[in-house]
C-alpha cells in the first residue's frame, strides 16, 4: 500500500502546531482515495508508573486538564508521571526527568513497557511507556511539577490493589495510566511487560 502527501498548509502556530494535509493513499478495494486531514504536532512524549515494590504501591498523579473540562467532565485527572521529550533528549532520560519533576522520585530501574500513537487519527504524537522502579522511602524533591509550567500536580501513594481496583472502576480514565497498569500488572501480577 502506496500514500502520497500531496500538500500542507500551516494552519496555526502556538503551543501546538496544526497544519492541513492533501492526502491520497491506495484503497484496499483497488484505486485511490483522496482527503484534506489536519494534523495537530505536539512532538512526542513519555508516560511512566512509579512502583515501589517493598510495599507494592504505585505513585500517580493528579491534575487538570482541558480536555474533559471543556466536555463538562471531571476536569482533576489520576495519572502517570508524563510529559515531553526535550529537543535532543532520550526518551527514557525524559521520563527519569518527569518523574523528579512530577513525583520527587528518581527511579533505581526503569523497563521500557511499549510505544503507542496517542491519537493517530489527527496527530503522530507517540509516547513511549515506562515502569519505573522507585523505593517510597528515598524521595530525591518534591514534585508537584514545574510552576513556570504552569503544572499543579498532586503525587500520591496507593495500593497496587486498589489501583486496579480504580482501573476496573473507571476511576482512572486516561490512556496512559490505563494502559501502563495493565502491561505491568495485568491479569498475572508480575511485573514488566508479558
Not at 22 to 33: A, P
Request: aromatic share 10%; proline share 5%.
Amino acid at each position: 500500500m502506496q500514500y502520497k502527501l500531496i500538500d500542507k498548509k500551516p494552519l496555526y502556530r502556538g503551543f501546538f502546531k496544526l497544519d492541513g494535509y492533501d492526502i491520497e493513499h491506495e484503497s484496499f478495494e483497488g484505486g485511490t482515495i483522496k482527503m484534506h486531514r489536519e494534523h495537530l504536532e505536539r512532538g512526542d512524549a513519555i508516560a511512566m508508573l512509579l512502583y515501589d515494590p517493598d510495599g507494592d504501591e504505585v505513585l500517580l498523579i493528579e491534575q487538570f486538564r482541558i480536555g474533559p473540562a471543556v466536555r463538562g467532565d471531571e476536569p482533576w485527572l489520576i495519572e502517570v508521571v508524563a510529559g515531553m521529550i526535550d529537543e535532543g533528549e532520550d526518551a527514557e532520560a525524559a521520563a527519569c526527568r518527569e518523574a523528579v519533576e512530577e513525583a520527587g522520585y528518581e527511579p533505581y530501574k526503569v523497563e521500557h513497557l511499549g510505544r503507542y500513537y496517542s491519537t493517530p487519527g489527527g496527530s503522530s504524537e507517540r509516547i513511549d511507556l515506562y515502569l519505573g522502579l522507585v523505593d517510597r522511602s528515598k524521595p530525591v524533591g518534591d514534585g508537584g511539577g514545574m510552576k513556570h509550567e504552569h503544572e499543579d500536580i498532586h503525587p500520591f501513594w496507593i495500593s497496587r490493589e486498589e489501583a486496579m481496583s480504580w482501573l476496573t472502576s473507571g476511576k482512572i480514565d486516561s490512556g496512559a495510566p490505563m494502559l501502563a497498569l495493565l502491561l505491568s500488572f495485568g491479569s498475572s501480577g508480575r511485573i514488566g511487560p508479558r
